[in-house]
């Protein structure tokens, strides 16, 4: 079957989805769907917007008489489970690896390395990611955009549809915008906002109240009281393969619970623990300065990790630390600048 590809122009990929609901559905329909229900995960180590699209994706393929179901391809962080509890919606099962020919849909990412296990050789219908550039290709249905948030792809899927959002699927969608943008301030284009904006409207509300929920999910995300320092470093990660490399590269926040060169410690001492001896470990560390400007930390760890590191950043601050004079973002400035040093 040909696949229904998102085109290059210029650094975005883009995918037109606007058709009549007819022609969207008769595209679903000829997926080869098979006996068994389909199973729809988010990348490994669920954040919300991982979460969200996956559990609205699924429910949008069931309304159109497709047998979906949400999985969770490892346990979800703090924010997901705060913002789950605080909103009412349940989380999916989780199911850390499919069986041979099993047939999936992905949301939130297009790489096998951040895929459940089993996905090489699992049968995918389906990738809706707005993370643009990953290494899975093949699959008859695909949507890669570079946008704020996976959820806002599949809000505009229900549209594409003509399948009306109910208020449950609408309250588990602006979560993930929510968070993926944080608060539309995050990588957020103008159809984020969109969408945020019409899911606000169906749920009657307002901007003051969704300032309040993003606060309290940005305050349980940085929220690492209780954690080990490898479960700190755990709980935003993702793994990707570049220019032939493992690398596993990890996302914190410092927000002066503690000192920071503390903070830098506990992060590193786990990245060291977790090392094993070929995968090269990064980490980004958001910090606020004094002048309310937000840097990153680089953290490095790994053969050869230091001159990748110097590479991208120059000379470290401190033994196993470098630092950009900017925020970084993980996916379109740190991974890029990784993959560039590497080559």
């Not at 490994?44 to 069931?62: E, F, G, Q, T, Y």
Request: glycine share 8%.
């Amino acid at each position: 079957m040909k696949p229904i590809i998102a085109v290059l122009l210029g650094s975005s990929l883009l995918f037109s989805c606007a058709e009549p609901g007819s022609e969207f559905r008769s595209k679903i329909d000829a997926l080869d769907w098979g006996s068994d229900t389909c199973l729809v995960y988010g990348h490994k180590v669920p954040d919300v917007d991982a979460v969200a699209s996956s559990i609205a994706l699924s429910r949008l393929m069931c309304s159109l008489g497709h047998e979906c179901e949400p999985r969770l391809a490892g346990p979800v962080n703090r924010e997901t489970k705060f913002v789950s509890g605080r909103l009412g919606f349940s989380l999916p099962v989780v199911q850390e690896k499919v069986l041979p020919g099993s047939r999936i849909i992905l949301t939130d990412h297009s790489e096998y390395a951040q895929s459940v296990d089993g996905a090489q050789d699992a049968k995918i219908l389906q990738i809706v990611d707005h993370h643009p550039g990953g290494d899975i290709d093949g699959v008859p249905f695909v949507v890669c955009e570079k946008i704020g948030a996976a959820s806002t792809l599949v809000w505009e899927l229900f549209g594409s549809a003509g399948v009306e959002l109910d208020k449950t699927t609408a309250t588990v969608l602006l979560a993930g915008i929510l968070s993926d943008t944080h608060f539309l301030t995050k990588n957020a284009t103008q159809r984020d906002s969109t969408a945020l904006s019409a899911l606000a409207l169906q749920l009657d509300m307002s901007a003051e109240q969704l300032a309040e929920l993003s606060k309290g999910m940005a305050e349980a995300d940085s929220d690492y009281s209780g954690m080990s320092d490898t479960e700190m470093f755990l709980d935003d990660v993702r793994d990707y393969k570049l220019s032939g490399c493992q690398v596993r590269v990890g996302s914190l926040d410092w927000v002066g619970r503690e000192p920071l060169d503390a903070f830098l410690d506990r992060v590193l001492g786990a990245m060291h623990a977790l090392y094993d001896g070929k995968t090269l470990y990064f980490a980004k560390v958001d910090a606020r300065e004094q002048d309310g400007s937000t840097v990153s930390y680089v953290l490095y760890c790994g053969a050869d990790a230091e001159k990748v590191a110097r590479a991208c950043f120059g000379e470290p601050v401190r033994d196993g630390v470098c630092r950009s004079p900017r925020k970084l973002n993980r996916k379109y400035d740190l991974v890029p600048m990784l993959t560039k040093a590497l080559e």
